[in-house]
């Protein structure tokens, strides 16, 4: 296999940005878009020179032939059924996050798509942000000593808006969760990549400024297998709001991460390390589908596959869970074995 073609399903959002990566990368085609607003699909259709359909049944019945890949740009309460739909025609799957709006689904999907030899992966980016993966990596590789704990702050702002031009973002049932699930998951996934294995979590959700089902305000504590605990607050409720971080703090010194996409990393007391990642693209974005495209293709390591996913997925279902019991949760480790 010399090109990995991709299927489109959804245009909205985010699918502008990777489309573009998809398009300008040399081992990449995309090959087919679907969407169920004909308007759209029709639209970038026409942009990029593809054919489309406008439900997923048409595409499996007459499309899917020579798809490798389907990328999945959808609202958060479809990522099942689509990723059900893609491991039964035995295609692979890129997804955006979450990778299931319970956790129940996502370890089904997961054990699922290992029996049936087909590859799942998550956009979660910034496990191609070059400065993510040297926190990371650093932290993992023990550059820091023992840690003692960590933080993620994501005061956003999201305006009324940012909920009624996409109502399904603010409805429990569709959306699966505010603020933690959409904006922070990014961000807390770094940290689990970085500190390892969760063991419990305490949480508390609240919604304080939207007229919204889902929270606007999430925090929890996370304790991992190492002994490490973690500190955690998303915000869709700020005016204004501020800039990300994300804080790691060891016996040997300090990992300060600053920003998003365009991001700094401050390390303190500890020498600056640097990893190599075998990825190339524009921005993290790029580099993120020039990965999956090589561990479709060559069966190379992947850092955001489906299965490292359920670590996340299980933290943010367990602060959810906390909040409406007022307990501590346990998670079971054994699902990422």
Known sequence: MNQLNFAAIGTGGIFKTVQFMIQRNKRAKLACIVDINEESAKKWSEKLGTPYCCSTDEFYEDYCKDIDAVYIATPHFTHTSMMDDAIDNNINIFIEKPLTTK??????????????????????????????????????????????YGTVNVPWKRTKNYYESSPWRGKLETAGGGT???????????????????????????T????????????????????????????????PGAGTHISIFGEKGNILFRGSIFSQVKWQRV????????????????????????????????????????????????????????????????IFQ
């Open 208 to 239: 304080r400024r939207h007229d919204i089902e889902v929270e606007d305000v999430g925090m929890g504590l996370i304790e991992f297998e190492s002994g490490a605990i973690a500190q955690v607050l998303s915000s869709a409720a700020n005016d």
């Open 180 to 206: 933690l699930m959409t904006h922070a998951i990014h961000f807390i996934d770094i940290l689990i990549w970085a500190l390892g294995t969760p063991v419990s979590v305490s949480g508390k959700i609240a």
């Open 103 to 148: 956790l129940d689904d996502a370890i089904r999907i997961v054990n699922k798509a290992e029996k049936e030899g087909v590859k799942i992966g998550v956009d979660f980016q910034n496990r191609y942000n070059p400065q993510a993966v040297n926190m990371a990596r650093a932290v993992q590789d023990g550059h820091l000593g023992k840690i003692m």
């Open 271 to 334: 020498k600056r390390k640097k990893y190599p990642l075998d990825a190339k693209g524009l921005l993290s974005y790029g580099k993120i589908v020039d990965a999956f495209i090589s561990y479709v293709m060559r069966n190379k390591p992947f850092n955001a596959t489906g299965k490292e996913s359920l670590k996340i997925t299980a933290v943010i279902d367990a602060i959810y869970e906390s909040s409406r019991t007022g307990k501590e949760v346990s998670i079971d480790t054994s």
